[in-house]
């Protein structure tokens, strides 16, 4: 979620980074970087146009984008583990207000979007996705440390609950990524 933070920073928007993990959160508004793909010096540009980390989750209820990159490790049973996913759609839940766009970015198996994340939000918030809320699903496509393509220039795969929401989505992604790829729609 890194990366995209940044392009996203340095697109104008602005962006507050939620991490679980205080250290990783110290680092980074110490102007420390946690990935390969970014620099010390890309964290510190970030700083300068306003990017802050937190571990408070109610940062969420000022959001208009609220953009899920957790990890989806191999899990036993053969699948990708949606532990931190679950997670973090009870974060959003919580802080869920009408209006906003939520994406899911976490790399994981079609049907993810509607089967997990829509029923955690909309029981967690008693807001319906589509009606008064954007929901929209756009799978991480980077290549870690590919020094010719990165996050702008990689075109951004997006799909939405209805086509209010692919617009949505590809309307945020389109300020930073040269070329979006949407669908109109997945209901």
């Not at 969420?60 to 699948?79: E, L």
């Not at 993810?112 to 918030?125: I, K, V």
Request: negative net charge; contains cysteine.
């Amino acid at each position: 979620g890194l990366p995209l933070a940044a392009e996203a920073a340095r697109a104008g928007h602005s962006v507050v980074g939620l991490d679980i993990d205080p250290n990783v959160v110290e680092g980074l508004n110490a102007g420390r970087t946690h990935v390969d793909d970014l620099a010390d010096s890309d964290i510190q540009a970030m700083r300068e146009v306003g990017f802050r980390a937190t571990t408070d989750e109610t940062v969420i209820a000022s959001a208009d984008i609220v953009v899920i990159c957790v990890p989806t490790p191999w899990s036993d049973d053969g699948g990708p583990d949606l532990g931190a996913v679950r997670s973090a759609a009870g974060a959003v839940a919580r802080n869920l207000r009408p209006g906003m766009i939520v994406i899911l970015e976490s790399t994981t198996y079609p049907g993810t979007t509607d089967e997990e994340l829509r029923p955690a939000l909309e029981e967690g918030s008693g807001l319906l996705a589509g009606r008064d809320f954007h929901l929209a699903f756009s799978p991480e496509r980077i290549d870690p440390g590919n020094p010719t393509h990165g996050m702008r220039n990689t075109p951004k795969v997006v799909g939405g609950y209805t086509e209010a929401c692919a617009n949505a989505a590809a309307e945020f992604y389109g300020s930073f990524v040269e070329k979006v790829v949407y669908t109109k729609g997945t209901r």
